[in-house]
């Protein structure tokens, strides 16, 4: 606080954080005139040693960094301020020149790195900001720089690890960042550059996105099935990729779910990723649907049956009355004599039954034609429905057989999420770290 010129009453809202691996101590202030006070401080005084101190500014949560390359060196950081930093480019914050080359890093508020920056009147391209794993070439540590070590007298071989190494000692490399015979943050390896946590962050949501998929309903078992030889000729086609993918052929059936494409943050930090062929799609028809059609279909066939017995049996039942029906009797020309009562003769009552019993069946068989019309347009509704999922399936099944194995190249970038430390400003920061060593 003393270098910063700062009171400990008008600095009780600033956090100060000393980070032992990076040797380095971060201040974080809600305060624009504190952040400016701790990026002018060039030495610190600890204890009774002064240290030659570098402080700057560093972003906070919410941002971003992307590179523009080739900037002419002439150009000064104000004047780099002054041309990237305008209306064309909104969420551009700031920008700052690695040491004395051609490339520029642009902090961006949100997470997301535009494509291309308006240099002035020119549009560039911008790329992500890959950062490097920090690896001081002094004592060969991970974590910081050399220019901050904390034990510059100590040498160290960054190959083998040999302290205090000799021009003619044998040294056998090995990286402790990825294992391969070469030194530790060699250019060749291919784990120098830090994960960012944009990177991280999209890989989560890509996970959690692939787990709600499995857990939609529906499954391949629901789908109709088609010709057997359809299947086969997918199934020989599948064998063949299966033999040429390598891997692939581990997976005896298709997964719950298609896996996510490969975003352009994954080609850029050379993160591979492997697509199968083949998959399940993102919406199937639900069982319980099915299930309840089929019970309708097996009621709806009962009740015919059950109608064709009773037609049957009402048929006999017509038969056997008319057979019963009285006959006419012929009459002789001689006098007509007294009437008498007929064994065959049918009365008022038996009439009375007969039309009771025409009029039930009337209104049977009219119940029977309607059932039966009914029924006809459930079972084309079922049919057409059956048919529908049918084409799905096959245009579904004629998609996952067009899948290809998709392997990414390294493309040398991956997006970079500064450190959680607040913006200058807004939550301005200030980090500096010892040109000498020994500062914590």
Known sequence: MA??????????????????????????????????????????????KVYNVNAYYSAGDGYCKGVIRNVDREITEKELNTMIVHS??????????????????????????????????????????????????????????????????????????????????????????????????DRTCKQRYQTP??????????????????????RFEDFPRIEERGDQRRSHGSTHRSESAGPRSQSGSRPGHLPPQTTWAQKAGGVKTQQVSGGSPTWQPGSEELKQMREENSLLKEMVLTLKEEIGTLRKALEATSKSAPVAMETSAGPVGRKRKAVGDVTVSDKDGFESF??????????????????????????????????????????????QVVTPQEKGRTPHLPSPQSKAGADGNAKFGSENGGAK
């Open 3 to 48: 270098a910063a010129k700062i009171t400990y009453d008008a600095a009780g809202e600033d956090v100060v954080c000393p980070n032992v691996t990076q040797n380095i101590v971060v201040v974080s202030t809600p305060l624009e005139e504190h952040a400016k006070n701790y990026v002018r401080i060039k030495q610190i005084k600890v204890g009774e």
């Open 358 to 403: 025409r009029e039930t069946m009337e209104k049977s068989l009219s119940e029977i034609t309607n059932i039966l019309q009914q029924l006809r347009v459930d079972v084309g509704e079922l049919k057409k429905q059956s048919a529908d999922h049918g084409k799905r399936l096959r245009a579904l099944e004629a998609r996952t057989d067009e899948v």
């Open 88 to 185: 064309g480019n909104p969420t551009a914050m700031q920008a700052k020149r690695i040491k004395d080359t051609g490339s520029v890093v642009i902090v961006f508020e949100g997470y997301e790195v535009p494509n291309h920056v308006k240099f002035g009147g020119v549009l560039l391209k911008c790329y992500l900001y890959r950062r490097q794993v920090d690896v001081c070439y002094i004592c060969a540590k991970v974590g910081h720089r050399a220019d901050v070590c904390p034990t510059p007298e100590k040498k160290t071989c960054r190959g083998c690890g040999v302290e205090n190494p000799t021009d003619s000692h044998e040294c056998k490399a090995k990286c402790k960042l990825c294992g391969k015979g070469h030194p530790t943050g």
């Open 197 to 218: 946590f944009i990177v991280r962050q999209r890989r989560r949501e890509r996970i959690e996105e692939s787990r709600r998929e499995r857990q939609l309903p529906g």
